[in-house]
T-cell receptor
Framework: DVKVTQSSRYLVKRTGEKVFLECVQD?????MFWYRQDPGLGLRLIYF???????EKGDIPEGYSVSREKKERFSLILESASTNQTSMYLC???????????FGQGTRLTVV | RKEVEQDPGPFNVPEGATVAFNCTYS??????FFWYRQDCRKEPKLLMS?????NEDGRFTAQLNRASQYISLLIRDSKLSDSATYLC????????????WGLGTSLAVNP
């Protein structure tokens, strides 16, 4: 079974903190994605990567950065957390161009 | 116009009912289509891919209408466990690896 693991289920951080969300997949997938999901707004793509050290902006990259130093790991960084970044963050991975995306269990981040 | 549009519902149906969801997409060059299911506070999981010829998996049937640019999901003999949000997903055209997600349709199956 494909496993996508996010480092935390719940996180509470203070405004202005630097926040790292980690995602690891064990199926050698080349594509990895970070989304946030908010009520009424659905899944919105923040960044994605289709190879090590490669990254592309999604629809809402402002306030975020990413790192992909190893194929299995894709990190999302909130440089200076703000309250409007309180959300559910979902990591996903897949392979090729037309395949199923597998998701991690999500990290519910609250910024206070 | 949104790239992928779904009726948000909620759809409230009794057990045993048949329910259908539609989803429209704006890019006629889109190539791949999926239905995902998301339970409350859980991650989305693939329910089924949607093929040009239509496909069926048990009580679930998916159809694609390229001319009208919509896909559909039919659930027959609804179970309580079918209560979830159903997400329509469209892959971008060509080599675009991005998935475009609808906002989801909420289904509640009642005893």
């Amino acid at each position: 079974d494909v496993k996508v693991t996010q480092s935390s289920r719940y996180l509470v951080k203070r405004t202005g903190e630097k926040v790292f969300l980690e995602c690891v997949q064990d199926m050698d997938h080349e594509n990895m994605f970070w989304y946030r999901q908010d009520p009424g707004l659905g899944l919105r793509l923040i960044y994605f990567s289709y190879d090590v050290k490669m990254k592309e902006k999604g629809d809402i990259p402002e306030g975020y950065s990413v790192s992909r130093e190893k194929k299995e790991r894709f990190s999302l960084i909130l440089e200076s957390a703000s309250t409007n970044q309180t959300s559910m963050y979902l990591c996903a991975s897949n392979t090729g161009i037309v395949t199923e995306a597998f998701f991690g269990q999500g990290t519910r981040l609250t910024v206070v | 116009r949104k790239e992928v549009e779904q009726d948000p519902g909620p759809f409230n149906v009794p057990e045993g009912a048949t329910v259908a969801f539609n989803c429209t997409y704006s890019n006629s060059a889109s190539q791949s289509f999926f239905w995902y299911r998301q339970d409350c506070r859980k991650e989305p999981k693939l329910l089924m891919s949607v093929y040009s010829s239509g496909n069926e998996d048990g009580r679930f049937t998916a159809q694609l209408n390229r001319a009208s640019q919509y896909i559909s999901l039919l659930i027959r003999d609804s179970k309580l466990s079918d209560s979830a949000t159903y997400l329509c997903v469209v892959k971008g055209a060509g080599n675009n690896r991005k998935l475009i997600w609808g906002l989801g349709t909420s289904l509640a199956v009642n005893p």
